[in-house]
């Protein structure tokens, strides 16, 4: 999360990044890690996201988050207009009763892909004068597909609106169901490339519907990717049991389980591209 006093202070920190924003003080991201950075901007809670990449570097930057061109164009576009506000469903900010924890919001047109590799710093050139660094067009890492459709499960309006405006920020397609009954239907009736499934849901559990899915041989592949409170070692023993592809606690972080999703996306597309 990365929290800005006001939209001036914001657009600030987009002239000056050049591509590239501070990773937030306190967040530990691996070196190369594609993340889910999302942005908290003054006490009207507007927010919005983008993909970026995590990047190690000497001090005393220590570690950056880069955007693509197209992202970062779009986020200077959303702080130009900050006085508008939508609902999560839309595009735009928060509404100012939302939670803060965790704010999530979109803005603009969403990324279609994940960012690819930044250059490393042997690779920056320096512009005239010393102005600020640029990076080499770097190869493109496998992208997360464009529209990829996700199947999120929970009974709690709040998470479906914030989860929703999440996944609708980063280019994916989110459709939501109440109860394990109503999500088996939609599962048979279309298909989804991702189920995000909360454990505590009246009628069938979570849990129940993830192994009816793996008996199932059209749905026996379909990542799943639990979202639950359920935290006790062995709730996730058992939900890993019953055919769970990943696991998620809540309260979560969301470049957390942006990053979760992108990682089991990804993983689903490369296992179908090589596929004979």
């Known amino acids: 999360m990365l929290r800005y006093a006001d939209p001036q202070s914001f657009a600030l920190a987009l002239r000056d990044g050049d591509l590239e924003l501070p990773l937030p003080s306190g967040e530990v991201v691996r070196d190369g890690e594609w ?42 576009g959303f702080v130009k207009e900050p006085g508008k506000k939508k609902g999560p469903a839309g595009s735009g900010a928060l509404p100012a009763d939302r939670p803060t924890q965790p704010s999530l919001g979109v803005g603009g047109t969403p990324p279609t892909d994940p960012p690819s590799r930044p ?5 920056r050139t320096t512009g005239s004068g010393g102005a600020k660094r640029k990076a080499q067009e770097p190869a493109r890492a496998p992208s997360t597909p464009k529209g990829a459709r996700v199947l999120l499960v929970d009974d709690e309006r ?37 189920l995000l499934l909360d454990w505590n849901l009246p009628g069938m559990t979570g ?68 596929k004979p």
């Not at 250059?119 to 690779?123: E, G, I, V, W």
């Not at 359920?230 to 998620?248: E, I, K, L, N």
Request: hydrophobic letters at 50%; glycine letters at 4%.
């Open 207 to 274: 849990l129940e519907l993830c192994r009816l899915i793996r008996k199932d041989t059209r749905l026996a592949t379909l990542p799943v990717l639990f979202l639950t409170a359920h935290a006790a070692p062995q709730d996730v023993v058992d939900a890993f049991a019953s055919g769970a592809d990943d696991y998620v606690v809540k309260p979560f972080r969301a470049p957390e389980l942006g990053a979760r999703v992108f990682g089991l996306l990804r993983r689903a597309r490369m296992t179908s591209a090589a």
């Open 35 to 76: 993340v889910l950075a999302v942005f908290e901007i003054g006490d009207l809670q507007q927010a919005t996201a983008a993909a970026a990449r995590a990047v190690h570097q000497p001090a005393p930057q220590a570690a950056v988050l880069t955007f693509e061109q197209r992202d970062w164009e779009r986020l200077q």
């Open 119 to 123: 250059a490393s710093s042997s690779q």
């Open 158 to 194: 709040d998470i479906r609106e914030v989860v929703g405006a999440m996944l609708d920020a980063v280019g994916l397609s989110v459709e939501a169901a109440t109860s394990s009954e109503e999500a088996l239907e939609r599962l048979r009736a279309s298909a989804f490339d991702l």
